[in-house]
């Protein structure tokens, strides 16, 4: 893709600079940290799932993604409106919301 400046604020959520602080972006760090540490916590449950063997295990290590997976959708969900509007935040919610529906769907595949 090549860059348009006529774009750019459509490329940033509809952003102009100047929109944000050095502060918001301090900010905008700080929660995708908390969120991404939790979104890798439901990644890496999930796949544990599948390399276990004993079916309890598996159980256990879908229901612990799925449940890191909910919180990591509840902290995205818990930010305020201007947090919500940046460019990234529906697309990393949208990932996190992939990751539970995957969680859920490894929970029905082992009759949970």
Same mark, same amino acid.
């Given at each position: 893709?090549? !860059?348009?400046?006529?774009?750019?604020? +459509?490329?940033?959520?509809?952003? @102009?600079?100047?929109? #944000?602080?050095?502060?918001?972006?301090?900010?905008?760090?700080? #929660? #995708?940290?908390?969120?991404?540490?939790?979104?890798? +916590?439901?990644? +890496? $449950?999930? $796949?544990?799932? !599948? !390399?276990?063997?004993? @079916?309890?295990? +598996?159980?256990?290590?879908? @229901?612990?993604? $799925?449940?890191? !997976? &909910? =919180?990591?959708? =509840?902290? *995205? &969900?818990?930010?305020? $409106?201007q947090m919500r509007r940046l460019p990234g935040w529906q697309a990393f919610y949208d990932q996190v919301q992939r990751g539970l529906d995957d969680a859920d @769907?490894?929970? &029905?595949? *082992?009759? &949970?």
């Open positions: 893709m090549h !860059y348009n400046p006529k774009n750019d604020d +459509q490329d940033r959520g509809g952003l @102009r600079g100047g929109d #944000m602080t050095p502060a918001d972006d301090h900010e905008i760090d700080t #929660m #995708m940290a908390a969120v991404m540490k939790t979104f890798d +916590q439901g990644e +890496q $449950r999930l $796949r544990e799932s !599948y !390399y276990t063997t004993k @079916r309890a295990e +598996q159980v256990s290590k879908a @229901r612990q993604a $799925r449940t890191a !997976y &909910q =919180k990591a959708l =509840k902290e *995205l &969900q818990s930010q305020h $409106r @769907r490894r929970l &029905q595949d *082992l009759g &949970q």
